[in-house]
């Protein structure tokens, strides 16, 4: 089974969007799992038309299946 990435990004009264990327291994590194963290972030503006500095990130969590339910996104 592949092991994905997951983390909720919102803003206020925006809809959260959960983004997932398929992890490398099964201990991503600091630099992976940071690189998949601002991606979300980045889309994430960009898509609402925000400054990224208005993102709130949800909790960053690793080893885990592709996410069902709401908004998601592969990044």
């Known amino acids: ?5 997951t983390q909720k ?6 809809a959260a969007i959960t983004y997932y990327r398929k ?3 099964e201990h991503p590194s600091h630099a992976e799992s940071g690189a998949f963290t601002s991606a ?4 994430y503006a960009t898509t609402n038309n925000i400054d990224e500095s208005d993102v ?3 909790k960053y969590q ?6 069902n339910g709401g908004l998601t996104q592969a990044i």
């Open 1 to 5: 089974m592949a092991l994905y990435m």
């Open 40 to 43: 979300a972030v980045s889309h």
């Open 56 to 58: 709130e990130s949800g």
């Open 23 to 25: 992890q490398q291994n």
């Open 62 to 67: 690793k080893c885990q299946g592709v996410p």
């Open 9 to 14: 990004m919102s803003s206020g009264l925006l």
